[in-house]
């Protein structure tokens, strides 16, 4: 079973240009995680979608970003006109669906996606 | 709102030896998750332990033991026998319990280094 896979791992941006990140969760996990890891800093949570539907984004900044985890493909984080303050790694995790009230989800992490803006 | 804090910003240990790192947390909450997660240099998170709030029992997973003290909210994690291919970031992360898909809250990180 491949684990979370990211891509690409590493992205090279001028400012103002777009940057795509794309996710591919575990088989057989519809949720899936955004964070972004500033350097020198933990992970810190972006926005978590299942299939088709963003559940909650309250750590996305409210401009120039946006996610989408379609029926079909990988989940997309998107950011638009990037600036060097967004230069970071993204990680994505996954996590089943679990119907055990009692349990908990643990999230599986990719490899991540640097992003580096000149 | 939820808070983790790791207040050892860096740790070393030799080869064999063991090592404590240090993390507590903020919550009003009373049923949650806590978790220690390890990022070498790859970058890759790897999930090295979790535990459950409402268990009194301290987790272990081979080499890696946590001390979990609900009251004083500090969730520590031991090493043993610790070996070259530990060193790496280690990151504490609290997450609340019976909702799914809620956020991890992570710590700053401890970076552990390790000598032969």
């Known amino acids: 079973n491949a684990g979370v896979m990211q891509n690409p791992r590493h992205l090279v941006r001028r400012r103002g240009q777009e940057a795509r990140l794309r996710c591919s969760p575990m088989k057989g996990h519809s949720h899936v995680y955004w964070y972004r890891q500033l350097p020198e800093e933990g992970l810190k949570f972006m926005v978590y979608?299942?299939?088709?539907?963003?559940?909650?984004e309250s750590g996305m900044p409210k401009e120039r970003f946006s996610a989408e985890f379609p029926k079909e493909g990988p989940s997309i984080l998107r950011i638009q006109q990037v600036v060097r303050g967004d230069s970071a790694a993204y990680f994505c995790?996954?996590?089943?669906?679990?119907?055990?009230?009692?349990?908990?989800?643990?999230?599986?992490f990719g490899p991540g996606t640097r992003l580096t803006v000149l | 709102a939820q808070t983790v804090t790791q207040s050892q910003p860096e740790m070393s240990v030799q080869e064999a030896e063991t090592v404590t790192l240090s993390c507590t947390y903020d919550?009003?909450?009373?049923?949650?998750?806590l978790f220690w997660y390890k990022q070498p240099p790859s970058r890759q998170m790897i999930l090295v332990i979790r535990?459950?709030?409402?268990?009194?029992q301290n987790a272990t997973e081979n080499r890696f033991s946590v001390n979990f003290q609900k009251a004083a909210k500090s969730f520590s994690l031991k090493i043993s026998d610790s070996q070259l291919g530990d060193a790496a970031m280690y990151f504490c992360?609290?997450?609340?319990?019976?909702?799914?898909?809620?956020?991890?809250?992570f710590g700053k990180g401890t970076t552990l280094s390790v000598s032969s």
């Open positions: 979608l299942q299939k088709e539907n963003i559940i909650d």
């Open positions: 995790a996954s996590s089943p669906v679990i119907l055990d009230y009692k349990r908990t989800d643990t999230q599986y």
């Open positions: 992360a609290y997450r609340r319990r019976g909702q799914a898909g809620t956020a991890l809250i």
């Open positions: 919550t009003s909450e009373s049923d949650y998750y």
């Open positions: 535990q459950e709030a409402y268990k009194q």
